[in-house]
């Protein structure tokens, strides 16, 4: 019987990295359609039926390039820090509640929460490591940026824990059986979107690799597979983000086809707002941080308490 379940656990872990490649394969290739039609052109229309190859095609030429490094970077740690990024996004997925039980986390949001602070030490890794003052500036200003949302994003979490009382993802999806959670706390719902932005350093908070000024940023030195990694590893997270989105505000059944139209959605609004909104200004983005999010979410954390005291009382 245990060899069963270890057996069903890899099968299931396999099946779940094999369509989370193809999903992040796909969503480039959306990206870039998208911006496409935003920009009045075609996009990527050559490779296979409408340009349907072309994620494979890309991910062949990029793994298959030479990788090349610099000679006065810590190789070890800057070889393996895009591993690090990329292991990190795949790990947090399976926190993703599954209905036949592959992994049941009671404590899931915790172990999504350790796992997001993890990524922050790719980061920091991939831009001290190259030995380039232009990679470990864009590191630092990643990390600071990171850091920064994950407090606003732990503190907004915090509510809907309370008003729960449970960590388990499950939960989110039973409790929002008959009304959706954004109806109560559109607030923090319009919160999270800014903070899964930044979170993945994303325009209009792409900081992390600002072409005018870092050139482009703690990835400048990477090619071939390790870009790549990294690459992955930030289409992952936005993926997971949106997922994460749909489970808290919008509920749904996971095993329903309406939950993943609504987590398409939900990645489609990262590339929307690529295509159309310019870049923020740096203090502006920790400004809105610490100066506005903060103190709002530990108001809303204050009222959230008071409801569930005045809840159970009467």
């Known amino acids: 019987m245990y060899f069963i379940d270890v057996f069903m656990v890899f099968i299931n872990s396999l099946l779940l990295i094999i369509c989370l ?118 590191g630092l200003r990643a990390i600071a940026q990171t850091i920064s949302y994950e407090i606003s994003l732990a503190l907004i979490l915090m509510s809907f824990i309370l008003l729960m009382l449970s960590f388990n993802f499950l939960n989110f999806l039973k409790y929002q059986y008959f009304s959706w959670m954004l109806m109560i706390s559109l607030p923090l719902m319009l919160m999270w979107l800014a903070t899964m932005l930044a979170e993945t350093n994303r325009t209009p908070f792409d900081f992390a690799e600002g072409e005018s000024e870092l050139v482009s940023g703690f990835n400048v030195e990477y090619s071939s597979g390790g870009f790549a990694l990294i690459f992955l590893a930030e289409y992952l997270s936005i993926l997971f983000m949106s997922m994460l989105f749909v489970m808290i505000f919008m509920g749904g059944y996971t095993m329903s086809m309406m939950f993943y139209m609504k987590m398409l959605f939900i990645s489609f609004f990262f590339l929307w707002v690529r295509g159309t909104l310019p870049r923020f200004r740096y203090d502006k983005l920790m400004y809105l941080a610490w100066k506005c999010y903060l103190p709002f979410s530990i108001n809303m954390l204050i009222f959230y308490i008071g409801l569930k005291v005045f809840l159970e009382i009467y």
Do not use: H
């Not at 298959?64 to 970077?73: A, D, G």
């Not at 591993?83 to 009671?106: D, H, K, Q, R, T």
């Open 21 to 138: 490649l193809v999903g992040v394969a796909f969503l480039t290739l959306l990206e870039r359609k998208v911006l496409g039609y935003i920009q009045i052109r075609k996009g990527p229309n050559k490779v296979g039926f409408m340009g349907l190859l072309q994620p494979f095609s890309d991910a062949i030429k990029l793994f298959s390039k030479e990788q090349t490094f610099p000679i006065y970077s810590n190789y070890l740690m800057y070889y393996f820090s895009p591993v690090l990024s990329f292991m990190l996004s795949m790990i947090v997925w399976l926190v993703m509640p599954y209905y036949f039980m592959m992994i049941n986390f009671n404590l899931g949001i915790l172990f999504m929460l350790c796992c997001l602070s993890m990524g922050v030490y790719g980061l920091m890794i991939a831009g001290w490591s190259s030995n380039s003052m232009y990679s470990l500036l864009g």
